[in-house]
Structure formats: C-alpha cells, structure tokens
C-alpha cells in the first residue's frame, strides 16, 4: 500500500506551455458508459461500516458527481437497493467467480437485472491474502447486523461466505462470457502476458491492480506495472489501474502513462465515514477539480493531449545521471592515466 502511493510521489509531470488550450474537457466513455471524469469509484466493501447509509450513500455521490460506481460483491447493501437508492447512477459490478457455477449465475442475473452496465471480475484472489492490520485489529468478520448481501442465497436466505477459489481460471472467464452480454473487465492483472490472455478470453477492458495492497506482498506499485501492460494491449481494449491514487495529479500521470480512467477506493471511504453522502461525494469534487486545473497547467485541453513524454520518474532519472556520470568520469581518469607521459 505504501509503495502504491510512493510510487507517484516519485513521478513528477512535465507541463507543456503557451498551448491555448482553454479549460479541459474531462469527460470519457467507457464500455458504453459515460462519466464526467477519468475518476472511477473503485470496488470496496461493508461501506455500512463507514456510515449507515453504505453504499446507498456512496452510489448517489458518485451519482452527483457523474462518475461510474463499481458495486462490490462483498457490498453490505444489495445491488438492488444500491441501484434504487441512486436512479442516475452508473453502476458497474465487481465479481468473485464462486466454486458453485449456478450460484455465481445468479448473482449475475440479479446485476443484469438491477442495472449494471458491466462485469468487473477480480482475478488476483484464488487465497485470501493475509491481512496484518486486520489481524492485529482483531477484524475478522462484520458486525452481526451487518451482512454482504450480494451473497444471500434468495430474498430471505442465508448469506453465503465469499470462497476465493485456487482454481479459477481462464476457462471460468470463457464461461462468464457465454454467460452474460455485459462487457467483462478483469480486475487484478499485473503481467502483460495475462493482459493478452485476459483479451483472447473476452475481456473488454483490463484492470491494473495490485488490490490495494492487500493481496500479496512485495509486488511493485500498480502504476509502474501499467507501462507495460498499456504496451502489451496495444489499444486493443482500454486500461484502468487502481491503487494509490490520492491527487488529481496523481490521475494525469496514470492518463499520460496510457490508462485510460482510475479507481479511486480508500479516499471514498475516508469521505463516507467523515461525512455520509457529502463526504464521499466532497472527495469525489475535490478530485475533479485538481484533475482539472492540473490538466490545465498541464496545457492539455482534452485526455488526448496527455503523453508519456510529461510524466519523470524523478528517482529512475537520477539513478541513471549518476550511473551516465560515473561512467563518464571512470573513461575520462582511465584515459588520462593511459596517455600520461612517462
């Protein structure tokens, strides 16, 4: 998680000037759904844990900031409710694949039917990670009041643990596309070659993440996994990355670095149990407008203005000017002792 937000404290953008550019549109289309920005509300679960309301409340922020949701499979209110309490909303639904196939049919249905506009399928959980702080807070289930309801098994059934599934695979997203018309984004991938993979397979947009973090430790930071995961796809479907974005700065250099939008998860949180609805949605504004004014300092007067050329990797760059400088001054003293007269 540190490493996610150190990641683009270390990336520093490079303004273009004198461009005329005016004020930036920021709109962008995605899987056929609109959003007023490149700012995603990442899938997070229990929001009830941050405000009564949960992701009613989250749902009509993002609602109000013309952003897209992607509701949580884990979500403490149903997917249902969620997309009756914000009519406006754009909802996309984020899936773990469970052992029982028939099961996971009908949590599909039931997201179909409430108006989800696309699949999100996590693909980096067949284990639970461990969680440390979660283990030291003594955080191992939710309240009893509080359940995921996207997992009761009918209206007034049981609820269903999450199972994360060692043996998901690719053949599991092939079903899922035979499954369901709604586009599928998988969500979770690192390497380019399961990018390529993911798009032989019928995704329709690729997710850069390393889960917050919260997966498996020691992975490099999401943002500089998405260079080359961006170079693999080749602009065969569009890519998003999640995980340390904190600033509307912070969203210019993943745009420059070829993401086509972000996730945005903890600091909606943080809003939520700040402020209710007008928490989450005041983080969701408060982005757009670093977003925008960045863009214009950036001189950019849409998304396509950005390019790789404005973004530094400050640390990179000094690491290879003092490697080019040793080097160079190891040649220059070799080559004065050799020519020196006897």
């Not at 009761?152 to 269903?160: E, L, N, T």
């Not at 643990?161 to 035979?178: K, N, Q």
């Not at 390497?191 to 019928?202: N, T």
Request: charged content about 20%; proline content about 6%; aromatic content about 4%.
């Amino acid at each position: 998680m540190r490493a996610n937000e150190a990641a683009f404290d270390r990336l520093a953008l490079v303004p273009r000037v004198l461009r005329g550019a005016g004020i930036p549109e920021t709109g962008v289309t995605l899987l056929n759904s609109r959003a007023s920005m490149p700012v995603l509300v990442a899938p997070t679960a229990f929001h009830r844990l941050a405000d009564p309301q949960g992701e009613r409340a989250t749902a009509r922020a993002a609602a109000a900031a013309g952003t897209i949701m992607i509701v949580s499979m884990a979500a403490t209110v149903a997917v249902e409710e969620v997309a009756a309490a914000a009519p406006g909303a754009e909802l996309w639904f984020q899936l773990y694949v469970q052992p029982d196939l028939a099961f996971t049919e009908r949590v599909v249905r039931r997201a179909e039917s409430a108006g989800c506009t696309a699949l999100v399928v996590t693909a980096d959980s067949p284990v639970m990670g461990v969680r440390e702080r979660d283990v030291r807070n003594g955080f191992h289930d939710l309240p009893a009041h509080l359940h995921c309801e996207n997992l009761r098994d009918g209206p007034d059934g049981p609820v269903r643990p999450i199972v994360m599934w060692p043996e998901l695979s690719w053949e599991h997203l092939a079903m899922l596309r035979r499954m369901t018309d709604l586009p599928l984004v998988v969500k979770g991938v690192t390497h380019p070659a399961d990018a390529r993979l993911a798009i032989d397979h019928g995704a329709a947009a690729i997710l850069v993440s390393n889960h917050g973090g919260r997966q498996l430790d020691g992975m490099p930071a999401a943002i500089d996994l998405l260079p080359d995961v961006v170079a693999e796809v080749a602009g065969a479907v569009p890519v998003l990355m999640d995980g340390g974005v904190r600033r509307g700065t912070d969203v210019v250099k993943a745009l420059a670095l070829g993401a086509a939008a972000v996730g945005v998860g903890r600091p909606v949180l943080w809003g939520l149990a700040a402020g209710g609805e007008a928490g989450a949605a005041g983080v969701l504004g408060l982005l757009r407008a670093q977003f925008e004014e960045a863009m214009t300092l950036c001189g950019c007067a849409g998304l396509a203005g950005l390019s790789r050329d404005m973004v530094r990797d400050m640390i990179r760059d000094t690491v290879r000017d003092t490697v080019r400088d040793t080097v160079r001054d190891t040649v220059r003293d070799t080559v004065r002792d050799t020519v020196r007269p006897c």
